[in-house]
């Protein structure tokens, strides 16, 4: 009977989802060269070309420039003028496509595997490309994901997705790229307030059972890295094989890490081990700059729109945390939080503007610095000849709510379908009360 | 192994047999009566009979444990022993006005296996048997004299720091029932009861009841109120038998103490005793001095503790960034608290209870002497002032004639840091705590004998606590510090000369003459043989003492400290900012009236109000600041919040709680408050949770930072009252234990939760025509006196609220039953059912861009808004939440994108809009002369994500300012630094520190369940809920529950 119940309800659910992204089919390669003309582009790199062009051809950038562009005659011609173009964002922490309803439906929630290293998980392989949020995140400029898995210390590997595809394969942009790592914290009940609290049983201090914690760690990736040595080894180990391209360079190590203390016990540990990490979430890495920028790791700062950790702390800090690290020399990237929530990303970078940072340089975070620290930057983050035709076309200032207004978008020169579940409900009640949908 | 079972038996009986075995008159006795004539007199002593006399060379007589006689110049009688005080004091026994001393352990709660996904046992209504009432943690039936038991290591502890009589008080539940004062003699229960009915005892701690309601602070205020209505409709009513109801009336005669921890649960539990007229005391956690005025405001007298907070490990400067400015300011001024209390004439006694070490009390007082607390007070606060309070001031609490013989004998002034208390008299029985020297040591002293040359001995410290230090003269002089120790006249020190001779030498002896002080005894040196010693006393020891310096006084010095701010947290102010009167020249005004968005104009703004709106105002005395390029809006306001409320936000333990009131828990030391305004938002309506049907009546509060939490309501705004439907009434998405009764609890479905409203509001009309007929004599009931106002219009309707279909339900049942919606709040997918709110009258506050955080929400839109607006309801967005409140603005700014709403109809989306939803549009929402000065003052288009909130005022206040920002900020890391170098040099002092450990605010949303506070702590139920926490923390990992 239960499960007569639960079939009937996957049922029901299933033409609930059905219902928005039937029409919206992935966009075909991209089959005449095409030039966009008269734009204001954001390079990002942090140029900005007033009156611009842009040509891209079978997925490819192959030109861009001032004024018109030459040679360009069979060319699908789109007129910006007046318009802005835009790299595609990139969003390189996620869970868009893992999971589809957050609470309540547990059928839905792939981002957290059972146990405490988990480096062999995918989650490249659970990235549904026929969740309802991608297109409404894409709507928004946001082009390249990189989901990423969740819990326990080690929560797997990922790899980056372009977001427009008809299944995981293809929305493979790289692939696994990067392990995740929950650096132990010292503070109790960080996240959680005090629903955290150890028991007061125990003797330990905070101090020492995160450094149990680190000692741990320490031995766990000696050993993997050993068994990286071995060329084959008697009994293979799925985990330490995960963990193989972390010694090798072709995996970095991305560390969620937001205390200071964290963050540098997390530099030492990658130093040491000679891998190369990421601190992801970095709320206090304003704290310390100089072992970052000395040892070259990169920021992923997880969102702008929070509320600072303590009391005492500058009200604006998470609005300040981009240009404290512009200013010391931090290469950093932003991400936003969740899945749905990434539609949000470019206003998340454009918080910072009214706190130190350029507009350029805003962009910057969420285009060629996500790229550089997720290792896509020779392929996309910015308009540059010879690199992907990863890109949009918006009506107005993208990292401004009031202004961004995307029109045309393409992914390695695909142009993409940018209608969504909510465009289309929208419509549909529009409709219901005769009034107009001004999308 | 049976007989040393038997031998630690006869021990124990040992141990526990009394010099003299006293029986009440109708107690068969054993052996022979030992009845004595207990007569003593205590002459030349200097005898403080109170805080206000003093008799010097008086005399002490006392006989069958009451005082006979005290005065100067009483001869003493035949037949009493006399002991002669010559150089001493006597003072009366102190009294600690609150302890649980004898009281049993509160018992642990009941927590089943399979916590960890189960919860606790769901216990609606009490489980005890008995005729009690519905809630365990009322219990005012219980009786401290029914099971208080002497505990001789107890009595023992306070009998050191020199207490003989104490409030014994059962220290569980919101109505703890009455307690006793007893003294604190080492004799049988029969013989030390002074009062047992000292008096009635309340808290807002539910302690161990397992009922689940209350399970929030709100919850709590809710029942007491509730139980006091209730305890007068039971006095005139003849149906029903109930314990509870009967003693808690029986009790309302005695002094009635309420153990509240901060300056605002004293005022929150002050308004429910203005209420009832009750004058409680308050026994307090010692931080009155955070809001003095307040608290002499109360009329109330107190219990202070001497709790001051151990300096914290500062020394790492990462790690010290987990104490919070509140912390270290805290640390500085606990001491002064005593002080501050005196001078602003408060009635307060002292109390040790919570003071871990017995050693920190004296410590402590000296401490809040140094700090301007007078050994007067100090005196009545911890004698006369408790004595009164437990109805016993005719028994203890002075020395006097026919009260009860309890006494202290000194050393010394009580208050002096070398004070030494010898001896603690309780009801006639001597305590010895520091044996009495009648031969005090201290002096210079020759020392003879073979070997021993031009060597002098030095005994300095106190009597009890000697120290000795040894000097050898000449050409090889030597200074040493020496261990001495003194059983009664035997007398043993030791040192090493080093070389004078060499080695340790081992000096045991006796007092062989008291006049001159006079030492003898056999020296045994290095080589084992032995020879006679003698020191001979030749004068007082010079202050000061040998190497190492005299045992320093632990009390902190008087130095000194910063001011206290209000409100007691980072950003609190020294002096709470006032109206200004201020010309805004020049900016783009969004006025939200009908001229609409005014470039270059100008704004005057005095007395908390709006002057004038135009261009080339004159500025007279106002202060001018230049806008131009600048935008001017109307205050945010944020229809939606859980912000500046403590103690938990769900009273979710019932499907109804409409008797709960955010009102009572507001906190106004909220750093969310300072957040908000600096994003702009002026006013913010606190809501209840959304875990059940029916919650709590809210509160709209202004974002007056600094004021107290009253101070905070906005004046004569109409209440309102928090509904809910759907998955969180349902309880769908609550698991892992952190929902008591999940699974439990009706409804369990959307046709449930109909069912609900209709039960509710048919029982309310009920009531209310039974009230109409019978006025008191139909009980008054607070859940269904809510209800009742919701139809006669007198309260208001938000309505937490996701799917079309529970929509509409709610407005059918409200059709039906008489009542209005006034608000659906949330209501993402009102733009489905827009038209038939329309056709019902009812606004919508909601999300700019929230779905998919849960299945209701599967279908919400960012077009929603302007869905609705088209269909012309009153829109709102709103928060839920502290972060995305302090950047309303850009979520109205949303609308613009999604649906192209003008952005003049945007910002109304956080401003007039929710104001007319809550019914204030005549007050605040627009900018538009007489209504209130709540207005912001913004870099650029207020709906941009480019602007930044430059100024905010409230009521003309300035609350908010960039511009200073940095300088505040500056001068907190300044103050900070400050007390950690005191807090250092502490620590270098010798203090006991603690470790870092901010308790950090928990921020609510709808979904918040908060049981923690109200739950005794237990090994057990911690470990499960980490459990719990841990695997829950794995699926919250980023989005905030709506």
Known sequence: MKKTILSLGGLLLGITLSYGQATISPAKPQSKPIVITGATIHVGNGQVINNGYITFDKGKITGIGEGSAPGTSGYEVIDATGKQVYPGFICPMTTLGLIEIEEGAKGTVDDVETGTYNPHVRSLVAYNTDSKVIPTVRSNGILLAQPIPNGGIISGTSSVVQLDAWNWEDAAYKKDIAVHLNWPSASAGRRGGRRGVAPETTTETPAQRAQKAVDELYTLFAEAKAYAEIAKPAVTNVRFAAMKGLFNGTKKLFIVADEAKQITQAVTFAKKLGIQAVIVGGKDSYLVTDILKENNVPVIIRETQALPEKEEDDVYISYKLPMLLQNAGVMYGLTGIGFWRQRNLPFEAGEAVGYGLTKEQALSMITLNNAKILGIDKTTGTLEKGKDANLFISGGDALDMITIDVQNAFIQGRSINLDNLHKQLYRKFAGKYGVKANL | MKKLLLFC??????????????????????????????????????????????????????????????????????????????????????????????????????????????????????????????????????????????????????????????????????????????????????????????????????????????????????????????????????????????????????????????????????????????????????????????????????????????????????????????????????????????????????????????????????????????????????????????????????????????????????????????????????????????????????????????????????????????????????????????????????????????????????????????????????????????????????????????????????????????????????????????????????????????????????????????????????????ATGKHLTPGIVDEHSHIAATGGINEGTQSVTAEVRVADVLDAQDIEIYRQLAGGVTTSHILHGSANAIGGQTQLIKHRWGLLPEQLKVEGADGFIKFALGENVKGTNSGAGNQPNANLRFPQTRMGVEEVYVDAFTRAKEYKEARAIKGNNVRRDLELETLADIMDNKRFITCHSYVQSEINMLMHVADSMGFHVNTFTHILEGYKVADKMKAHRVAASTFSDWWAYKNEVAEAIPYNGKLMHDEGLIVAFNSDDAEMARRLNQEAGKSVTYGKMSEEDALKLVTLNPATMLHMENRIGSIKPGKDADVVLWSADPLSIYAVCEKTYVDGVPYWDFSKDADNQKRMKTDEARIIQKMVEAKNAGSATQRPAAARRRLYTCDSIEEENFVVKDAYTEMEKARAAASAESDDNNIKNQ
């Open chain 2, 9 to 626: 038996f006869a021990l124990m009986i040992y141990q526990l047999s009394r010099a003299q075995e006293k029986y009440p008159e109708t107690f068969p006795v054993n052996g022979a009566w030992d009845v004595r004539p207990e007569q003593f007199a205590f002459i030349n002593a200097t005898i403080v009979v109170s805080g206000d006399q003093t008799i010097t060379g008086g005399t002490l007589l006392i006989k069958n444990k009451m005082i006979e006689a005290v005065g100067a110049g009483i001869a003493v009688p035949k037949g009493y022993v006399t002991i002669d005080l010559k150089g001493k004091y006597i003072y009366p026994g102190l009294v600690d006005a609150y302890s649980t001393y004898g009281m049993p352990e509160a018992p642990r709660q009941a927590f089943p296996a399979g916590g960890f996904g189960g919860g606790r046992t769901s216990n609606p209504i009490s489980t005890k048997a008995g005729a009690f009432g519905w809630n365990e943690a009322i219990k005012p039936e219980m009786s401290a004299k029914m099971v208080f038991h002497t505990n001789a290591t107890t009595a023992a502890d306070l009998k050191k720091i020199g207490f003989s009589t104490v409030q014994s008080l059962i220290h569980d539940g919101i109505a703890r029932g009455t307690s006793v004062a007893v003294s604190l003699a080492d004799d049988r229960d029969n013989f030390v009861m002074i009062n047992d009915q000292a008096a009635a005892n309340y808290s807002f701690n539910k302690g161990t009841a397992a009922t689940n309601y209350p399970s929030s602070l709100m919850g709590t205020v809710a029942l007491i109120r509730q139980t006091y209505y209730d305890a007068q409709w039971y006095k005139n009513q003849k149906e029903e038998y109930n314990i509870s109801l009967d003693e808690f009336n029986k009790a309302q005669s005695l002094s009635q103490i309420f153990e509240a921890s901060d300056p605002q649960s004293v005022l929150r539990a002050a308004k429910i005793g203005k209420e009832f007229g009750k004058q409680y005391i308050f026994k307090t956690d010692g931080q009155e001095y955070q809001r003095i005025d307040a608290m002499k405001g109360t009329g109330s007298a107190f219990i202070i503790p001497l709790t001051f907070p151990a300096p914290y490990d500062v020394e790492d400067a990462l790690d010290a960034r987990n104490i919070s400015y509140a912390q270290l300011k805290a640390w500085e001024l606990a001491p002064t608290n005593p002080g501050v209390m005196e001078k602003a004439g408060i009635k307060f006694a002292i109390t040790s209870y919570g003071i871990s070490n017995a050693r920190d009390f004296w410590t402590n007082i000296r401490s809040a002497i140094n700090y301007g607390l007078t050994e007067k007070q100090a005196l009545n606060s911890l004698t006369i002032t408790p004595a009164e309070m437990l109805g016993i001031a005719d028994k203890v609490g002075t020395i006097a004639k026919g009260k009860i013989a309890s006494f202290l004998i000194t050393s010394n002034d009580l208050f002096k840091a070398d004070n030494v208390i010898y001896e603690n008299w309780v009801e006639g029985q001597q305590y010895v705590v520091s044996k009495m020297d009648i031969t005090d040591l201290r002096g210079n002293y020759t020392l003879t004998g073979s070997g021993f040359t031009n060597t002098t001995i030095a005994i300095g410290g106190a009597p009890g606590t000697y120290d000795v230090n040894l000097s050898h003269t000449g050409a090889d002089s030597t200074r040493t510090r020496g261990t001495i120790t003194r059983t009664g006249d035997q007398v043993s020190i030791y040192f090493n000369l080093k070389g004078n001779p060499a080695g340790i030498i081992r000096l045991s002896g006796y007092i062989a003459s008291a006049s001159p002080i006079t030492l003898k005894g056999i020296a045994t040196i290095p080589d084992g043989s032995s020879v006679n010693w003698t020191a001979t006393y030749t004068g007082p020891a010079p202050q000061g003492g040998g190497p190492g310096g005299p045992r320093g006084d632990a009390a902190r010095p008087n130095v000194p400290v910063g001011p206290v701010i209000y409100p007691f947290v980072a950003y609190g102010n020294t002096e709470i900012p006032k109206a200004e009167t201020v010309l805004f020249k020049n900016a783009t005004v969004w006025t939200n009236e009908k001229e609409g968005i005014l470039k270059n104009a100008d704004v005057l703004i005095e007395n908390g109000k709006i002057k004038a709106v135009g261009t080339n105002l004159s500025a007279g005395g106002a202060k001018v600041i230049d």
